[in-house]
């Protein structure tokens, strides 16, 4: 059975580092990119960036490139993000996800996230 | 602003049917990119609900629909049923270089009445 499983909640102040953890089961680790998504309090889904566990391929979103640091240990079969220095404003749920090719096709076309870890909320507040 | 538009909330009856729109442009849907749907239930983690614009994953009932056409994708709900009440969402890939990757519509809550 696949599954993600990500670290717990996490309260931080403002200019504080931090690095939160998605541990994946039940298939190849290296063989599926894993992307994390971010969701702000009663908003909707923002993808940040995805890595490919193989080689450590990083591809980030503009609107996350240059904030946040994905990473994986292999060894463990997990994947990380991370920030240097907290804001208020990333303040929300955290989702890590298996990136996958979905139905028939085997293209960047069909691309889609199969599996979600159970989330983990980051709250920022002095 | 999402790249992908979605109407904020749709609503129906318990037996009617409703569905939910998601428009994009020339550089997500309109270039061929499929479109994928995410339901999530009230504090649980989003799930994929319909993928490859058409296809049902295992275990997502029939009167769960998908089509896409042109710029544009639609998930239609048939027989609603109090269990449906969710947030769901949109998703496709965006060649932009503004957008450069994986984008999701803003998200539908879907009330049933």
């Known amino acids: 059975e696949v599954q993600l499983v990500q670290s717990g909640a996490e309260a931080k102040k403002p200019g504080e580092s931090l690095k939160i953890s998605c541990k994946s089961s039940g298939y190849s680790f290296t063989s599926y990119w894993i992307g994390w998504v971010r969701q702000m309090p009663g908003k909707g889904l923002e993808w940040m960036g995805i890595i490919y566990p193989g080689d450590s391929d990083t591809r980030y979103s503009p609107s996350f490139q240059g904030q946040v640091t994905i990473s994986v240990d292999k060894s463990i079969s997990t994947a990380y993000l991370q920030w240097s220095s907290l804001k208020a404003s990333d303040t929300a749920m955290y989702y890590c996800?298996?990136?996958?090719?979905?139905?028939?096709?085997?293209?960047?076309?069909?691309?889609?996230?199969?599996?979600w870890g159970q989330g983990a909320l980051v709250t920022v507040s002095s | 602003q999402s790249v992908l538009t979605q109407p904020p909330s749709v609503s129906g009856a318990p037996g009617q049917r409703v569905t939910i729109s998601c428009t994009g442009s020339?550089?997500?849907?309109?270039?061929?990119?499929?479109v994928h749907w995410y339901q999530q239930l009230p504090g649980k983690a989003p799930k994929l609900f319909i993928y490859g614009n058409s296809n049902r994953p295992s275990g997502v009932p029939d009167r769960f629909s998908g089509s896409k056409s042109g710029t544009s994708a639609s998930l239609a709900i048939t027989g609603l049923q109090a269990e449906d009440e969710a947030d769901y969402y949109c998703?496709?890939?965006?060649?932009?270089?503004?957008?450069?990757?994986?984008?999701f519509g803003g998200g539908t809550k879907l009330t049933v009445l």
């Open positions: 998703q496709s890939y965006d060649s932009s270089l503004s957008a450069s990757g994986w984008v």
């Open positions: 020339s550089s997500n849907i309109g270039a061929g990119y499929d």
């Open positions: 996800t298996r990136l996958n090719y979905l139905g028939s096709c085997s293209s960047t076309s069909c691309l889609g996230f199969d599996y």
